[in-house]
Nanobody
């Protein structure tokens, strides 16, 4: 069974920074487009950022210029560096691995931006 293990969420003040990490198996990591999504209670899960196995990235307009997605192939880990955080960034963040055949999700990590 494929596992995506997330870490790095927490409480931060507005304007602060957090870095999320997501580790998975090397087999999946080598072929998957990795991504981060977020979801608030009662709302649909929405895309935050994705990165292909070739390194191409895509971002939601709401996070462009503030968030950076990256991947470390040697560690089979994807990161989301979040800067200039706003209260509206408060959500549960989910790691995603998308291959041609399957979609995998992490368990989610809470990010709370509040003073």
């Amino acid at each position: 069974q494929v596992q995506l293990v997330e870490s790095g969420g927490g409480l931060v003040q507005p304007g602060g920074s957090l870095r999320l990490s997501c580790a998975t198996s090397r087999v999946i990591f080598s072929i998957a487009t990795m991504g981060w999504y977020r979801q608030a209670p009662g709302k649909q899960r929405e895309l935050v950022a994705t990165i292909t196995n070739g390194g191409s990235t895509d971002y939601a307009d709401s996070v462009k210029g503030r968030f950076t997605i990256s991947r470390d192939n040697a560690k089979a880990t994807v990161y989301l560096q979040m800067n200039s955080l706003k209260p509206e960034d408060t959500d549960v963040y989910y790691c995603n691995a998308q291959t041609n055949r399957n979609t995998y999700w992490g368990q989610g990590t809470q990010v709370t931006v509040s003073s």
